[in-house]
């Protein structure tokens, strides 16, 4: 997939009792034909309204394109499917997607997916259930994630193998110092990393935590 960041300093709102500005970015991802993408919402779309309908918008191009999201124990029965045709373009069901969680689309077309919004700032919160669960950075940023700090000895990171429509081969473990380890760890494959697999923004990788329940907080300002 390949993930092209458009930096726009589009609108810049700085009040009195504001921190810090809020910076309007778009993040284009690029969509193949008949594939399925493991996909994130990477910016907090206008309104800070997560809906599908508001924050996951095509063209006519992607009719019949459909969203599948993941329901706490298994993906969703509901999946709402792009409609682009000469009444208008929408999705048939609306869903509220966060940013920080994953989702599969099957493209129905080549084309671009445009997330526009803003870029989240001061203390991020972040919760990984028990379980499996889907997660993605909430920070536009090409990096390794989630952090060599997070993690309970023995979980797991599944990233999508684009090229293969599959999971990758390669499993994440996560090591913790109770066994001598340092974070994150791929078997000494390639771009192995203890802070985790390298995301880029609208990546989403799927997390098998067999621990408990885990809370983090990032802080990020965007200068």
Do not use: C
Not at 69 to 75: I, K, L, Y
Not at 107 to 125: D, Q
Request: proline share 5%; glycine share 14%; charged share 10%.
């Amino acid at each position: 997939m390949s993930t092209k960041i458009l930096l726009g300093l589009a609108a810049l709102a700085v009040g009195l009792s504001t921190a810090f500005a809020q910076v309007v970015r778009t993040v284009d991802i690029s969509l193949q034909a008949n594939k399925l993408h493991f996909l994130s919402v990477p910016l907090i779309p206008k309104g800070g309204n997560f809906n599908i309908t508001n924050s996951i918008v095509f063209d006519p191009s992607q009719d019949g394109a459909s969203l599948f999201a993941w329901a706490g124990a298994q993906w969703s029965t509901t999946v709402p499917t792009w409609i682009g045709d000469s009444f208008g373009d929408g999705w048939d069901t609306s869903m509220v997607i966060s940013n920080g969680v994953g989702f599969f689309l099957a493209s129905a077309a080549n084309s671009t997916l445009t997330f526009t919004g803003e870029v989240p700032e001061g203390a991020i919160a972040y919760n990984i259930p028990v379980g499996l669960s889907t997660l993605a950075n909430k920070i536009p940023l090409s990096e390794n994630f989630p952090g060599s700090t997070v993690g309970n000895t023995g979980d797991n990171l599944f990233t999508w193998d684009q090229a293969g429509q599959k999971w990758a081969s390669v499993v994440w473990l996560f090591l913790g110092p109770e066994v001598g380890g340092s974070g994150w760890d791929n078997g000494g494959a390639p771009g192995n990393n203890t802070n985790g697999p390298s995301l880029n923004p609208g990546e989403a990788v799927f997390y098998v935590n067999g621990g408990a329940a885990i809370r983090f907080v990032r802080n990020f300002t965007f200068l």
